[in-house]
């Protein structure tokens, strides 16, 4: 292999090793619950009390309730949710029947984990679909 070839591929890997060194970064950047200042500030003049646009807010109604690795009773739970505990939700999608109810949440509090809409109330607004 040639001197140049060589020198073509060693300038190639170096391109793509920062490319995806700086991704991470990016991708990361709202994801996390942490909002801009800016951001934080529209939310609160627009009479908002959750930061993250993305996120939505629930509150757990039944006395005890099992979240779970998939959107059904079958799923491993992950941990459980008390009454009256305030949840993050990050979407909505349907999944085993519970109780006449199909929805689903994605709940983003330290884990990600599935919990019946059966159970849980939101807060605001209903949460986007999946």
């Known amino acids: 292999m040639s001197l140049r070839s060589r020198f073509s591929i060693a300038v190639t890997a170096g391109a793509l090793a920062a490319s995806a060194l700086a991704v ?23 009479g908002q009390n959750h930061t993250n646009q993305r996120l939505y807010r629930g ?4 006395s005890s309730l099992a979240l779970r690795s998939a959107p059904n009773r079958g799923g491993q739970i992950i ?3 008390e009454r009256g505990e305030v949840v993050s939700i990050f979407c909505k999608t349907n999944g085993q029947n519970v109780q006449g109810n199909r929805q689903w949440y994605l709940l983003t509090d330290g884990t990600w984990a599935w919990g019946s809409a059966r159970y849980i109330r939101d ?8």
């Open 123 to 130: 807060l605001g607004t209903s949460p986007r679909w999946c």
């Open 79 to 81: 941990r459980w949710a």
């Open 59 to 62: 509150v757990v109604t039944a």
């Open 24 to 46: 991470p970064a990016a991708a990361a950047d709202d994801w996390d619950g942490a909002a801009s200042t800016s951001h934080q500030n529209q939310s609160q003049s627009q």
